[in-house]
């Protein structure tokens, strides 16, 4: 299982690559793998603001629709038009072309609340 260490976690098994006020989020490739195959992501918060553990979508896989919950509170800017025609790429690729959504987060004290890459290990048991 892959687990980069320069990026956060949520207990939700969402990873977030912090970038100055910006972050890109994702699902972990814990998460990926045990969905399945993905074969849609929907976001339709583009240009809204949400907080926290607010929905900002759903992946749906063969078997299962999951929630996506926003790790920060901020304004969603950027979905991956990509996962459009290939929403497999959060399979193959989940920390790279796989990523979700760009936002621009609000209160940058929200950062210190998600786990590290150590902390993510212990909640999925690696």
Known sequence: MNIPSDLKYTKDHEWV????DTATI???DFAQS????IVYVEVETVDETLDAEEIFGTVEAVKTVSDL???LSGEIIEFNKSLEDEPELV???????GWMI????????????????DDYKA????
């Open 123 to 126: 909640v999925v048991g690696a």
């Open 17 to 20: 690559r912090i970038e100055g």
């Open 91 to 97: 399979n193959s690729d989940p920390y790279g072309e």
């Open 69 to 71: 919950f926003l790790p």
């Open 26 to 28: 994702g699902i972990t």
């Open 34 to 37: 045990e969905l399945g195959d």
């Open 102 to 117: 760009k936002m621009k987060f609000s209160d940058a004290s929200q950062v210190d609340n998600l786990l590290s890459a």
